[in-house]
C-alpha cells in the first residue's frame, strides 16, 4: 500500500499540486488522467521526492518513504519517467542489467535468476533478439519498450509509470497495457501510471484519480467514476460513454469547444 497525504509542490514561487491525498492498493492499477499540465508528472515525482514538496507525506505500507533508504527503496518502487534518457554507448543488456542492482551484494553483479529475469524482461516486450544493441539506436517504440524492460526487471512491488504507452503503435499500446494489468492481475503489484487515453484507462484501470489544475477532481473504481459528469468537469468535453461487449468506450463529442480550439 502506497499513500499520498496532502500532497503539496511548488516550482519556485508557483505552486502546482494543492493537498493530494490518495491511497493505492497492492494488485490495483491506477490511471491518473487529466488535461494537459494539470499535475499529473508532479504528483509522480513529488511522491518520489523528485520535486520540491511543500507540505503532506508519502507512505509505503504506514512508513515514512523519505526514511526507507536509496537501495531499499529501489526494491519495493520503480518509477518511469516521461523522456527516460541513457547514454549513448548504453546497450539493451546492459540498461536491463542496470535496474537490478538494488538487489546485488556489493562485490556480485547479477545472480542466473537476476539474467533469467532480464531475458524475460525483454521477451515480454519483444526486444529478446537486441540485447546488444545501443538504446539510443533504437526506434522511439523500441525505446519505450526497452525502458519499460527495464522496470520489469527491477522487479519491484510498486511501480510508477508516466506515460508508458507514449510513442508506441496501437498494438504495442494495447500489449503494454495487458503486461501492465497482468503485474497487478498475476503478481500483485501496485500500478500508478498516468495516460492520457480514456478508452485505455477504461480497458484496463482498476482505479482512476482525475485531476485538474493540481487538484484532484473524482477518484474511486474506473467504472464509477469515470462519467460525462467527470470527463465535463475535468477536461471541459462532451462525451459519451457507453458499453460495448461488456467494455465501457469513451466518445467525445465534436463540441464547439473542440471547434474552438481546433479553428
Ligand atoms: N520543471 C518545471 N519548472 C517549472 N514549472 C514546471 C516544471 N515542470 C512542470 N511545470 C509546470 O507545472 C504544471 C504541472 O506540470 P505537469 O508536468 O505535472 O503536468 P501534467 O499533467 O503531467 O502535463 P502533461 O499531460 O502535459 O504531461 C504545469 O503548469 C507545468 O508547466
Known sequence: MIEARGLSAAYGDTPVLFDVSARFSAGRLTALVGPNGCGKSTFLKAIMNFVPVSGGAVTLDGEPILKIGRRKLARRLAYLPQESQCPDYMTLGELVELAGYSRYSLFGGPTEGDRELFQKALGVVGLEGLAHRQVNRLSGGQRQRAFIAMILAQDAGIVLMDEPVNHLDMTYQYATMSLVKDLTRDHGKTVITVLHDLNLTLAFADDV??????RIVAAGPVRETVTPETVGAVFDLDADIFERDGR???????????RTLAA
Open 209 to 214: 484519480v482525475m485531476m485538474r489544475e493540481g
Open 248 to 258: 465501457l468506450v469513451c466518445l467525445p463529442r465534436m463540441d464547439a469547444r473542440c
